[in-house]
């Protein structure tokens, strides 16, 4: 599987799979789409004295990186990823890349504030053990992995959250929001990154 590095309108960096015709992150800005995506409508919408968040799709690790700077109070952060960057793709990463010389499968300090574990697996195999406050699901659009969109998926989501837990991700086609809300979540739509209209957040009531 071919990839490679691609500057974004904002001047960040994503990775392209040109055979699959995705991206990482959004061609518009990927740092702009993450801040409005997972940070503003995600990350800031959560009221715990400690945060645990699970993102599925660690991908170039600008999530996480932007977390930890926005971050205010402390944060477990347990990331999935199958199929990692490679040493050459991460060092070309021009927002840094500290977040990958990280060991995987582990939980590692990396400050008083901020616990990162990388999980080296799919999401359909991956069994936490603990719940979550916040999901970051930032698995390629339905196109590319209609499978990573389902009720199914969805539903093991759910019992990844904690009461009152938030789930927010980029996409909000009606399939998916349907699947959402037979999953069990409440959906509100709320406006999208630029270039987009739309995103999605998800509520377990």
């Known amino acids: 599987m071919k990839r490679e590095l691609q500057v974004t309108a904002d001047g960040s960096h994503t990775i392209a799979i040109p055979d699959m015709n995705v991206t990482y992150h959004s061609t518009h800005g990927a740092i702009q789409e993450s801040m409005h995506v997972f940070i503003h409508a995600g990350l800031q919408a959560v009221q715990a004295p ?107 989501l759910f019992s990844f959250l904690e009461p009152g837990g938030i789930l927010v991700t980029y996409c909000s086609k009606g399939d998916v929001r349907r699947a959402m809300l037979a999953a069990g979540f409440a959906v509100e739509k709320l406006a999208g990154p630029p270039g987009k209209r739309e995103m999605l957040r998800a509520i377990r009531k």
Do not use: C
Not at 139 to 146: E, K
């Open 50 to 156: 400690a945060i645990r968040i699970f993102e599925m799709g660690f991908g170039t690790g600008l999530n996480a990186l932007l977390t930890l700077q926005y971050a205010t109070t402390p944060v477990y952060y347990y990331a999935v990823e199958q199929f990692p960057l490679t040493a050459t793709e991460v060092e070309g990463l021009n927002y840094g890349n500290a977040m990958h010389h990280y060991p995987w499968n582990e939980d590692v300090k990396i400050s008083d504030q901020f616990t990162l574990h990388k999980a080296h697996t799919s999401l359909m195999t991956v069994t936490p053990a603990q719940t979550f406050h916040l999901i970051y699901y930032d698995a390629f659009a339905p196109a590319a992995q209609p499978e990573l969109w389902t009720k199914a998926v969805f539903e093991k």
